[in-house]
């Protein structure tokens, strides 16, 4: 019996050809794994894969108030907010309500995509860990009440010293972790590259594994993965399912790594910090998320009129390295597929 062969279609072409396309593409070694379906929509989508957040800090030393803050991020063009859950505790104590912050927010069109505290729930003093854990609870349902889902956990209450019992760190994640399930709120396990405590991929990977709860996820941003001496090749070892948020920024070559600080940071695309192959790197693990612009430069406090400015530019840059990131796996496979 004869069949007829039907003319492969555009997608089946780039889903046929992804393969061979990303062995021979000067991106990272992970693309190779990319599935076909994920390439498919690398080439078919019309916007960026991944949301844009503002990370509050970016403009902190505006002193704006949280409904100021999110008037920012809207005006900006940002669909996200992240912000300091301390903001959100003065809005309280002030007199404001969280339910007029969710309204405000919701209509802005503005996501609390994550929120930012740091109580000491790593500690291995055991009534610090107590009180870490009931503020953190406090600090949850703040969040709540404006409409977030996920906060950080970073090592505070761990910084100072080495913690070497990955164990019992997990263990402690993962009393937060619980926590989280009772107030609606998901702790996300922050890297700080400063801290002696947590600044390794390799470590809070683990403490992620080995907390062994659905929930469990990695909070990173490329100038603390820099900082804490990380190689950025280890985000190919990742899941993408594992991350919601990753904290974009850049980082001059001066001062040295050893000595940069916080208020170092810039724009992504001002600095020598790798972000093509980060980017390419997140989008192959099947990274989808959130990226939030976190920097705390006070040249730009001074230098901006005001921190829509500041904020628009930081959105500005950040869309530039995304989709020059993006750009080259699409234009490669659809050369291919056409050729």
Known sequence: MQTTTRPLTRRQMISSTILGAAASLTVPRSLNRLAAAQVEDAVLEQDSPFRYCLNTGTIRGFNLTIDQQIDVAASAGY???E??????????????????????????????????????????????????LDRMRADMELVVGIGGTR?????????????????????????????????GVTPMLELWGFSQTLSRLGEVAYVVTQAAHPKASLLLDAYHMYKGGNSFEGLAQLSGSAMSVFHINDYPADPPREQIGDADRVFPGDGVCPLDFILKTLYATGFRGVLSLELFNRDYWADFENAEACAAEGLRKTKAVVEAAMSSVVRHAEGIASS
């Open 151 to 183: 906060i950080a956990a970073p090592p505070s209450g761990g910084t100072r010293e080495r913690m070497t019992d990955l164990d019992a760190i997990a263990e402690r994640y993962r009393a937060v972790l619980e926590l989280g399930d009772e107030t």
């Open 83 to 132: 912000p300091w859950v301390n903001d959100i505790r003065k809005h309280v104590e002030q007199g404001g309500t969280l339910e007029d912050l969710r309204k405000r927010a919701e209509e802005a069109g503005i996501a609390i995509e994550s929120a930012i505290t740091f109580p000491a729930w790593i500690s291995d003093d055991p009534d610090a860990r107590v009180d870490a």
């Open 79 to 81: 669909s996200g907010l």
